[in-house]
């Protein structure tokens, strides 16, 4: 049986293992949704760890064999707008990755647990994610519906075909 990864919060000093996680999972884990021209131009901008999740208190990093193989966390702050009023019931999942040789271990799923509980502990009744294409199965599977196709902006003149996807801490009837 497979160990359940252990998890604690991030810190600045988990930067380089974090990096080396993201550049590894989406790498290797978008390539079946994105194009080689998508890909070359995004992975430079979205795999390198972000400081002020890594400062903030609610981003986590799973270890196997004490070695970092998945990282992913939360905030009330919305990406790409970090100065942008906060909606207190409405968290944001943020910076999801599992290394590729540690998939369908039950990594994501851990960490996306940790995210749900510390959430609503802090007030979210929602949470929201721009889910790469990869990733819907994912999301669903964690209770996630899927709202809308986006474009996710990554700097400008480069966008990332992303799913803007919508959990309820009371499910919604409907899905
Ligand atoms: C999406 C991602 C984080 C999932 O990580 P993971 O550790 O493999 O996920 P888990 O093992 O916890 O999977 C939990 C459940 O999610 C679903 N799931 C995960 N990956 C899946 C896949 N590739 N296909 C179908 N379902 C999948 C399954 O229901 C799975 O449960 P099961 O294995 O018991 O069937 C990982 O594939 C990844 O890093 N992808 C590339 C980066 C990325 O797109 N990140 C998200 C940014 S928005």
Do not use: Q
């Not at 988990?14 to 390539?31: E, F, N, P, Q, T």
């Not at 194009?35 to 609610?58: E, K, Q, R, Y």
């Not at 902006?153 to 499910?171: E, F």
């Amino acid at each position: 049986m497979t160990e359940r990864p252990r998890l604690r919060i991030a810190t600045p000093d988990d930067a380089d293992a974090v990096s080396r996680v993201l550049r590894a999972s989406y790498g290797a884990l978008m390539k079946p949704a994105y194009s080689d021209t998508v890909l070359d131009a995004v992975l430079p901008l979205i795999t390198t760890a972000n400081p002020a999740l890594l400062a903030g208190g609610t981003y986590y990093v799973a270890l196997l064999d004490g070695t970092i193989v998945g990282c992913g966390g939360w905030t009330f702050a919305r990406p790409g707008a970090p100065d942008a009023p906060v909606d207190p019931k409405r968290g944001h999942i943020r910076h999801f990755a599992t290394d590729p040789a540690w998939t369908r271990r039950g990594v994501a799923r851990a960490l996306m647990e940790r995210c749900i509980t510390d959430a609503e502990a802090a007030g979210a009744t929602t949470l929201e994610a721009y889910a790469t294409l990869v990733a819907e199965a994912f999301y669903r599977s964690a209770g996630f519906r899927t709202v809308a196709a986006i474009d996710v902006p990554i700097r400008p003149g480069v966008d990332l075909p992303s799913l803007h996807m919508i959990r309820s801490a009371v499910p919604d009837p409907a899905d």
